[in-house]
């Protein structure tokens, strides 16, 4: 397994264990198949585990596959989902939920702890159908001027190692958090060959996921890639049929499928290789809830990303 380095949080492997597969958040699968697929990921050679609260049974399933006991090297991330409340709030809704998260995983310390919520302009509004504003996305002012110095906090405390946050669809306000001020170590980003966060995109915004990815760069800022094959988009079947962003990702990435059919090559495992080609993405999580899904991110880590004219080949068919 390859390695890079997520900004000031140091060396990391090419591959990232994502929680929302093994959660079961993209489909069924079982606690044994969770477990073996935690412990097989960790034997390949992964070295981060990227966990939360909202990805269901994940943080149980690390508890009960390491019991404590992380193997050497093993790092582990967990979040919290906070929206926009009270600033006097923040630091002790941000502490109750990663105590809890760490009671669950068995664990004393989490390596990283990241702000699940999309970071907005104060003065956004979401189009109308969308969640309340306050429950999906935290103002940027209230992050600046209360989440910063609660997560400074919990690293005094010994709580965590390090924080991020979620750079996902408010893509000026995630380059102004990383840009400005006191940095993260990492942010999550969109790392896929549509440039798209599917359903997770409900602001009538275009996400803009590679202006994230360089300004972190030049901010120094690690950037952990997410939605690799965007939650099935960009794999040969769905499974899942319900009508969304995703089914209509889909239907869009059906030429990349016909000319991964005309290359011989599966696309899940092209997509993914792909993703590890982007620049400035430090790791992919991936969101896989098995080991037959994992197996084939750990091929594609293992072939390296795509050629140039392959990658050509792909962007060329405007997809993006």
Known sequence: ??????????????????????????????????VATLRRAVDAGI??????????????MIG??????LPSGVRVTTKYSLGTVAADQVYTLLRKSLERSLQTMRLERADMFLL???????????????????ERSTALSLYREAVVPAFERLVADGLIGAWGITGINHAAATIEAISQGARPAAVQAIANLLDSPGEMNGTGLAPRPRDVIA???????????????QAGALTSALD?????????????AEPYRELCRNWGKDPAITAY???????????????????AELEQALLAESQGPLERAQIASIDALGLR
């Open 116 to 134: 699940h919520s999309e970071i907005r302009p104060d003065e956004f509004e979401y189009p109308p159908g969308q969640p309340p504003k306050d």
């Open 215 to 229: 300004a972190a760069q030049a901010a120094g800022v690690g950037v952990m890639g997410v939605r690799a094959v």
């Open 1 to 34: 397994m390859q390695s890079g380095n997520l900004g000031s949080f140091g060396p990391v492997s090419r591959l990232t264990l994502g929680g929302g597969g093994i959660g079961m958040v993209w489909g069924p699968t079982s606690e044994d198949e969770a």
């Open 240 to 252: 899942r049929q319900e009508d969304s962003p995703t089914t209509a990702d889909f239907r869009r």
């Open 64 to 69: 009960r596959a390491f019991d404590g006991r």
């Open 273 to 291: 290789r792909y993703a590890l080609g982007i620049e400035g993405a430090d790791t992919l999580v991936l969101g896989v809830k098995n080991v």
């Open 47 to 60: 070295t981060l585990i990227d966990a939360a609260p909202g990805y269901r049974i994940c943080e149980a």
